[in-house]
């Protein structure tokens, strides 16, 4: 029998950084660096023959027989994240919540939280709270406090997130009840925002989690603050410590991190790009958006057979579904389908196919060829680069991948 024959991965994606050459896996999300006669080999198809220096590239994945490399990447396309045998719940006060009384509130997401334990058993309440500022604050303070003891006495574990729509809301968390809290950012000054940066960093120092949305009309608002921003890339505490996320998001829109890959007006997509990699350049760590960096923080598809929770006792498994009287859209089955349709034709050819894969479950599948299968090629690639570029991929060593 001849032996089986070694050429690049069908999910390899090639960059040239400079005269560097540098492949990323999108399955196994390794990279390393090559030289230019096998970056030509891996961009032609052609086999490639055995050498050291391929036998590493196997262990990454960059390098594999036909067989073995439609096995591995076809397995880890179709094994979902959120397919796991977990209920996990998402506990979220909604707007209309917070015209009650604390108390109210309090007892309605208790037994809610009791009546779900009764019918099936619960590892974790996401109890996300929106708005941060003045007595808001205390309202939700006191209501996490409350939730936290039930759940500690029925021995469920609760994560406690804070929205607050304005940096200078993280004034009023100096409690710092909540393990996790999300701000909005709208630059105006050193002067009018370093009190509220002092604010994050206490935050910080205490261990909390922090996601911080830099929010903008467009590009262009971005270069008034450049001196601003540079200065704060130098913070080690805000840029370089595990405990923070930062991002850039347009102005007027939801409050969510957005992945390159989820957005599909064109125009937009060019301003978030643009702000996104001139917040890289400053050293600002933007953090990845494309999957298998998972969905958009605020699906409940980030964790497996996650619920949103309604206070009110409802259940709904959209984050878009939470105000709406009745939905019957569910995020599961139409990402199922979708995995489903894509497998059965090209795409299963596409080195970016498990970041499609990964848009928000409400976005069709792109037609193989069309401008927005291009549009998604494009984008997913041009976030590769950044994250190579800013250093948040770092392409292994082949002397360090032979140890391994």
Request: proline share 6%.
């Amino acid at each position: 029998m001849e032996p089986a024959v070694l050429e690049g991965s069908r999910w390899n994606n090639l960059f040239d950084l400079g005269g560097r050459w540098i492949v990323v896996n999108s399955i196994t999300m390794r990279a390393a660096e090559v030289d230019g006669e096998l970056a030509g080999l891996l961009a032609s198809g052609m086999a490639i023959p055995s050498s050291p220096a391929v036998e590493r590239l196997c262990r990454l994945g960059i390098i594999a027989t036909a067989r073995d490399d439609e096995r591995r990447g076809l397995d880890a396309v179709g094994r979902r994240a959120w397919a796991g045998p977990v209920l996990d719940l998402f506990a979220i006060a909604p707007v209309t919540a917070h015209g009650q009384s604390p108390t109210r509130e309090i007892a309605q997401i208790i037994e809610t939280i009791a009546r779900a334990q009764e019918a099936r058993a619960i590892r974790v309440v996401k109890l996300r709270m929106s708005g941060a500022s003045g007595v808001l604050a205390e309202h939700n303070t006191e209501v996490v406090r409350a939730v936290a003891a039930v759940c500690g006495e029925l021995g469920i574990e609760l994560v406690s997130l804070f929205m607050a729509d304005a940096l200078h809301d993280a004034l009023a968390c100096g409690e710092a009840i909540a393990d996790a809290y999300f701000f909005r950012w709208r630059p105006v000054s050193a002067e009018r925002d370093g009190e509220a940066i002092e604010a994050i960093r206490d935050l910080l120092r205490q261990g909390k989690m922090i996601a911080i949305q830099i929010a903008i009309p467009d590009h262009e608002a971005l270069l008034v603050h450049l001196r601003w921003l540079r200065e704060l890339a130098t913070d080690d505490l805000l840029m370089r410590s595990a405990n923070i996320a930062w991002d850039v998001g347009l102005d007027g829109e939801a409050p969510f991190f957005a992945a390159s890959v989820c957005q599909r007006d064109g125009d937009r997509v060019r301003e978030l790009a643009a702000a996104r990699h001139l917040l890289t350049q400053l050293g600002i760590p933007i953090r990845p958006a494309v999957a298998p960096f998972q969905f958009h923080p605020g699906c409940p598809l980030l964790v497996p057979q996650a619920h949103i929770l309604l206070p009110g006792g409802r259940r709904v498994l959209c984050t878009d579904d939470v105000a709406a009287p009745d939905s019957q859209f569910n995020p599961r089955a139409a990402s199922r389908a979708r995995a489903v349709e894509q497998l059965e034709r090209r795409c299963t050819r596409c080195s970016v196919l498990p970041f499609c894969l990964s848009r928000c479950p409400r976005l069709p599948a792109p037609v193989p060829g069309s401008p927005e299968c291009e549009h998604v090629k494009r984008g997913a690639r041009a976030e590769l680069r950044r994250l190579l570029e800013s250093g948040q991929i770092r392409p292994d060593h082949l002397e360090e991948a032979s140890r391994s």
